[in-house]
């Protein structure tokens, strides 16, 4: 069975996401979305919360498996069994980091592959971090996530008491 990891931080899962999961069950058997548990990212939301809602938004597709992981992304795809990784690309920005880790994870296991994707046009220009930063000043963020992320955005604000 071919199985690819697609990591991130997922904090939270946008429609862009959601696309390049949608893209990789059009060439492997099992995705597995990997929620990094790193907090070098200051998340808005815990790892829990982060894979309870990945696994609500992805219920209905076959072939999905959500999980966490933490330390060398190498080893949870050696443990997994994955033959790749998937990494969505939004710009050049993203290739030239993407590049240098796909370098060295092909140091660390050269048989993992690495696949770079690119989101629909009309999900380009999206990122978890732009997506809550709107949410967190008011804006409406239902175009750009599902709904019930939109949902669990507006009460993190309302738990943080942030008021707009």
Do not use: W
């Amino acid at each position: 069975m071919r199985k690819v990891i697609y990591p991130g931080t997922f904090d939270p899962i946008t429609n862009g996401h959601i696309d390049v999961v949608d893209r990789c069950l059009v060439l492997f058997e099992r995705v597995i979305v990997a929620v990094g548990t790193q907090a070098e990212k200051s998340p808005l939301f815990t790892v829990a919360e982060r894979v309870k809602m990945i696994k609500e938004v992805l219920k209905d597709r076959k072939g999905v498996e959500v999980g966490c992981f933490d330390g060398l992304l190498v080893d949870y795809a050696r443990k997994k069994g994955a033959s790749a990784v998937v990494r969505g690309l939004r710009a050049v920005s993203d290739f030239e980091y993407e590049f240098q880790m796909a370098l060295m994870s092909r140091k660390l296991l050269p048989t993992l592959e690495r696949i770079f994707l690119v989101p629909a046009e009309e999900h380009i220009y999206l990122s978890s971090s732009i997506v809550k930063e709107i949410a967190m000043l008011g804006g409406e963020v239902s175009q750009f996530v599902p709904e019930l992320v939109a949902r669990k955005l507006k009460e993190k604000q309302d738990s943080l008491g942030i008021s707009t």
